[in-house]
């Protein structure tokens, strides 16, 4: 997806910056625009963050990396955690974003997608996600967390990469997207340093933000509308879906609990389509495009409104969507029933014993 896309490309910078070098010997070999770095960092992008006592790490034209005692003293790169922070323009991001977009759909219609396949199902397997639209220290941002046990899916414990951590809190300002991330590849790593990324969390501050879900929308050329639906028992509500293609024929069947809905077009050949689901349907969800299970969905709350979104990723061209859900919104259920008569029977009770007890 598009909103993956941009962290994962802001992250491959920062990847290949810190092993650029031996990392015992990266304090030697800095090259030109990289000094050391440790305790508060103010970034000209109009951010800044105090890392955690005792880490260090190097600046460059991206932002910052720190790890544990610095990178002279790091002996083995899978037994540490890295925080890294650092700002791109908006218009470069977009761009980024759009030629991954076009790679992955070249990728996946190789002949090895089979493979692909494979290899994509044994990631969920292992990993657990969680994505949400949150606050942090008061401003607008995204924030993913992902948490990966490789030995769920035959990996040897004693691997070099048998666990991985990240958690990544991305901010929009009026031209640039911040993003500050923690990675590990050791659950004992983890246990050690994870207190120590979120205390530091809380000195992050940026200038200027925006609201993270308006900007992605602008990013990716994505209106949002409010269409009418029937949920159930016919009756209507509003159903918000924010999409760069042509989104017709919403239509919610309560028999099989599910939400349709089709798509034309997108823009930079990839299209996307945001969906309030909760308004209609409870989950957990599952989505088909063109009758086939997909797994370019990314699942994200709004800490704020308490809505659940799906974000939907296709080629962009016609596309027929289904979302499966396990109830559709609003049923009235027997609990709902109970719990009304639990608090009402006490109530009735004792006016009819008072109506008794009433002098004729």
């Given amino acids: 997806m598009l909103l993956g896309t941009v962290v994962v490309a802001f992250m491959l910078a920062f990847s290949a910056l810190s092993q650029m070098f031996p990392v015992q010997k990266v304090y030697a070999q800095y090259p030109s625009g990289m ?14 963050i105090t890392f955690p006592d005792g880490w260090s790490g190097f600046t460059s034209k991206f932002g910052a990396s720190v790890v544990p005692g610095g990178f002279q003293n790091m002996k083995n790169f899978s037994q540490i955690a890295m925080i890294s922070v650092g ?22 219609s190789l002949g090895g997608s089979a493979q692909m396949k494979s290899l994509a199902e044994s990631y969920y397997k292992a990993c657990s996600m969680k994505y949400a639209y949150t606050t942090i220290n008061g401003f607008s941002a995204f924030r993913s967390t992902s948490t990966c046990d490789f030995t769920k899916v035959g990996i040897s414990k004693n691997a070099t990469l048998s666990f991985m951590k990240q958690d990544m809190v991305m901010v929009a300002t009026d031209s640039n997207f911040v993003v500050l ?18 205390q530091s969390l809380t000195t992050f501050h940026v200038d200027n933000v925006e609201d993270v879900k308006n900007a992605m929308d602008q990013l990716t050329g994505t209106i949002l509308k409010t269409l009418k639906v029937n949920a159930a028992n016919n009756t209507p509500i509003d159903l918000p879906i924010a999409s760069n293609s042509q989104v017709s024929n919403v239509s919610v069947n309560s028999g ?27 989950g957990p969800y599952t989505v088909t495009i063109d009758g086939n299970q997909t797994q370019n969905v990314m699942e994200a709350t709004d800490d704020q409104t308490h809505q659940t979104y799906l974000t939907i990723n296709y080629p962009a061209s016609h596309h027929d969507i289904v979302i499966e859900g396990t109830q559709v919104v ?6 709902a029933l109970v719990v009304p008569l639990g608090v009402l029977m006490p109530i009735l009770l004792y006016r009819v ?3 008794r007890n009433k002098p004729v």
């Fill in 256 to 282: 099989s609990k599910t939400l349709s809905f089709q798509v034309d077009g997108g823009s930079a050949n990839s299209g996307m389509s945001r969906i309030a689901v909760d308004k209609v349907l409870d």
């Fill in 35 to 48: 000094t050391s770095v440790n305790g508060t960092f103010v970034d000209k992008a109009g951010y800044s």
């Fill in 353 to 355: 014993k008072l109506f």
């Fill in 87 to 108: 700002a791109m323009n908006r218009t470069v991001i977009a761009d980024t974003a759009s030629k991954f977009a076009s790679m992955a759909q070249q990728f996946s």
């Fill in 181 to 198: 991330a923690y990675s590990t590849f050791s659950a004992d790593a983890d246990q050690k340093y994870y207190n120590q990324f979120t």
């Fill in 330 to 335: 609003p049923e009235f259920p027997f609990v």
